[in-house]
């Protein structure tokens, strides 16, 4: 007979096996995961979860069912493995409506615009690969490489070809299109489409070239590693850089890290039905270090990440010889909420500012992309102890401009400290990252 407490002990044991498992579990099933890469302004996220729509944040986990949608002043970019990306401008929605792995291993990911306006550079890294955009009753099912744009408002809909070609097979018909092209479909007249020699340039079009700019420039130098996946690479070569590091071997390490700084200040634990909870990092680089791979302590050096373990994604962040006193990132024991740790998300780029403070133990915290070469920066911040990133005036849309900023140290007068820790100039006020 089986005892009330043999039982209990059973399910412990049972529930510990699958918390210990839920790693091996969402990397071995047909199940994917993408990156939300860029969050500027409010960002809405229905992760299939139950929740309904809820506050999204930086690299967030995003995964089949899911759907994001952008407000009125608000941006989102979306990386896949392979380094493609999908881009929102505001009041956009889009669902992912399979994101999934074929028995050969190709992925397949199906995509569908709801509203609004996206930019899609799909890279085609695995000819063997399925992406699909869904717009109306239009389907676009990529099979080379190709960046295009494409807005869907109430009764018509548009598509425009920076570079590649595609088609748009639909009720009328198919549309084919090379670069420099574009189509616009009538929705209330069976999608019939007429094809102009020419693309109308479009307010988001610059933000899409300067976004592009910054991954095809940081992910091609600077690293240390060959990585299976290309997203989360350019933030990593923009952020920090590797080194080889005693008796440890060869570890990146994001800039401006302090002696007190640990990797685990800031983020969330968040709850996935079937996998459980996931750790988020707050940090703009926080995608591959926490999912691959292994963070090591190592004295005199800090904390630095390991790449590797590339068939596995960590729910739970691997750390090896902490120091003494700091407990291993351990994930909620009960309940489905989101957890946040530290500070949240609270400092996550996307604020428009003239100047952004930079302290030791930083490690990037709330600095835009391409706000200059944070190498030259980081030397500034270990001399003086700190430094500023002067940044353009914000765009007419009322966000600063990704790639026009230039990081300068501070001149007299130029700047103020606060009591509250912000650094305020021009009129503009940006949280300081301190600890």
């Known amino acids: 007979m089986f005892s009330s407490k043999n039982l209990r002990l059973t399910i412990l044991a049972v529930v510990?096996?699958?918390?210990?498992?839920?790693?091996?579990?969402?990397?071995?099933?047909?199940?994917?995961?993408?990156?939300?890469?860029?969050v500027e302004g409010d960002v809405q996220v229905d992760r299939n979860a139950g929740n309904g729509f809820e506050k999204a944040f930086l690299n967030l986990p995003l995964t089949q069912g899911t759907v994001l949608a952008t407000g009125s002043d608000s941006r989102a970019e979306v990386e896949f493995e392979d380094g493609s990306?999908?881009?929102?401008?505001?009041?956009?929605?889009?669902?992912?409506?399979?994101?999934?792995?074929?028995?050969?291993?190709?992925?397949?990911?199906?995509?569908t615009l709801k509203a609004g306006q996206v930019y899609v550079n799909y890279r085609a890294?695995?000819?063997?690969?399925?992406?699909?955009?869904?717009?109306?009753?239009?389907?676009?099912?990529?099979?080379?490489?190709?960046?295009?744009?494409?807005?869907?408002?109430?009764?018509?809909?548009?598509?425009?070809?920076?570079?590649?070609?595609?088609?748009?097979?639909?009720?009328?018909?198919?549309?084919?299109?090379?670069?420099?092209?574009?189509?616009?479909?009538?929705?209330?007249?069976?999608?019939?489409?007429?094809?102009?020699?020419?693309?109308?340039?479009?307010?988001?079009?610059a933000w899409d070239k300067q976004q592009e700019k910054y991954h095809d420039q940081y992910a091609k130098g600077g690293s240390s590693s060959d990585y299976p996946y290309g997203f989360g690479v350019s933030d990593l070569n923009y952020y920090g850089s590797y080194s080889n590091v005693a008796g440890y071997g060869n570890l990146w390490?994001?800039?401006?890290?302090?002696?007190?700084?640990s990797p685990f200040m800031d983020g969330a634990w968040v709850y996935y039905p079937g996998f459980g909870y996931t750790f988020v990092s707050a940090y703009p680089w926080g995608w591959m270090p926490y999912y691959y791979g292994n963070w090591i302590y190592a004295p005199g050096y800090g904390w630095g990440w390991q790449p590797g373990g590339w068939?596995?994604?960590?729910?739970?962040?691997?750390?090896?010889?902490?120091?003494?006193?700091?407990?291993?990132?351990?994930?909620?024991?009960?309940?489905?909420?989101?957890?946040?740790?530290?500070?949240?998300?609270?400092?996550?780029?996307?604020?428009?500012?003239?100047?952004?403070?930079?302290?030791?133990?930083?490690?990037?915290?709330?600095?835009?992309?391409?706000?200059?070469?944070?190498?030259?920066?980081?030397?500034q911040v270990q001399q003086n102890g700190f430094a500023t990133i002067r940044t353009a005036p914000p765009s007419r849309s009322g966000w600063s401009s990704p790639g026009s900023f230039a990081g300068s140290a501070p001149s007299a007068g130029s700047s103020s400290h606060a009591s509250s820790g912000a650094h305020v100039s021009s009129g503009h006020t940006t949280s300081a990252p301190h600890r």
């Open 311 to 379: 068939n596995a994604w960590n729910t739970v962040p691997r750390v090896t010889n902490p120091p003494n006193r700091t407990v291993a990132p351990q994930p909620p024991a009960r309940g489905t909420g989101t957890v946040l740790i530290g500070r949240g998300f609270s400092g996550t780029p996307g604020v428009p500012a003239r100047h952004v403070l930079v302290e030791p133990g930083s490690a990037g915290y709330g600095i835009p992309r391409g706000a200059a070469d944070l190498n030259k920066v980081s030397h």
């Open 16 to 38: 510990a096996a699958l918390s210990l498992g839920a790693t091996t579990v969402w990397a071995e099933s047909h199940a994917r995961i993408v990156r939300l890469s860029s």
């Open 85 to 111: 990306t999908l881009r929102l401008t505001p009041k956009s929605t889009v669902e992912f409506s399979e994101l999934a792995l074929s028995d050969s291993g190709s992925r397949v990911s199906n995509i």
């Open 125 to 205: 890294k695995q000819k063997a690969d399925d992406f699909t955009l869904r717009f109306a009753q239009e389907k676009v099912k990529l099979e080379e490489a190709v960046h295009f744009r494409v807005d869907l408002e109430d009764a018509t809909a548009e598509i425009a070809v920076f570079k590649g070609d595609l088609k748009a097979d639909g009720p009328a018909g198919v549309a084919e299109l090379s670069k420099n092209k574009s189509a616009s479909f009538n929705l209330a007249d069976g999608d019939k489409f007429t094809i102009a020699k020419n693309v109308e340039e479009d307010p988001y079009d």
């Open 253 to 261: 390490q994001p800039y401006f890290t302090g002696a007190g700084w």
